[in-house]
């Protein structure tokens, strides 16, 4: 029988993980969304807790396949499944393990060297492999010997591998994520909502139209009217907008909000 307290802190440290996963997984997607458009994630004033309700539709998955896999792990040592397909020949699986990972760890140095943003293009399946790698070459070593530092050093070393390489394929998800959330976007913008921008005097708006507003009690303070705009996200300062014909390398517009400036926001049907 496990104690409770045992049982509380497991599923703490497992909500603890998941939170840091979530955390990191939404600022990475938020970060290279805002980046399709030339925006830097911080001037929008994120919190932490913004960052982990904008994750879940990336991190869902991530989260539910390395649960999953660590399941299987457990149950693969409590049969001793491992132990016995290890001990047919666990010199040769060792060998072959650190080779592996020797191999990939070779191809990051190398590739990091000669190619710019080499690990975008290559996708996760290199740090999946390096992780998975390193984490059995761990698992495989023999019973080191009580107070011998290298094989302690050796151990550490596989095990901080294996993170490096979790820690980059998740890089590499959220940022996969955050391209196509932003390339949906800009698809979708001419349909996002209308934003219509009022102001006492002229503004500097390229690929906004602008007109000089009627002049009526709701808005005779306001002399200038633009339209043909699109609101990509709002910040501590304003508001940041895109001209509904944008196009990437397009500028985008921080409107500040203040005694002279009103906007207008109309659903698109």
Known sequence: MHKPWSVIQAVLAELAAITAVLYYLGWIRAAETFRYFGVDVGILGLSSADYVLRSPPTAIPIIVVLNLLAVAAIELYRTGLGDRLATINRRRLRIALWSVTGVTSAAVVVLYVRYEDWGSRLGVGLPLLLTLAAGAAAGARHTPTPGRLTDALAGAALM?????????????????????????FYDELPSRPAVTVYSDKLLVL????????????????YQYRYQGLRLLARTPDGYLLLPERWRRGDAVYLVALGDGVRIDLAGRN
């Open 206 to 221: 390229p690929g906004a139209t602008w007109t000089e507003a009627t002049k009526t009690p709701a808005d005779s303070a």
């Open 160 to 184: 901080v591998l294996a993170a490096i390489g979790l820690l980059w394929a998740f890089t590499l998800y959220g940022a996969q994520a955050g391209r196509q959330a932003a390339r949906t």
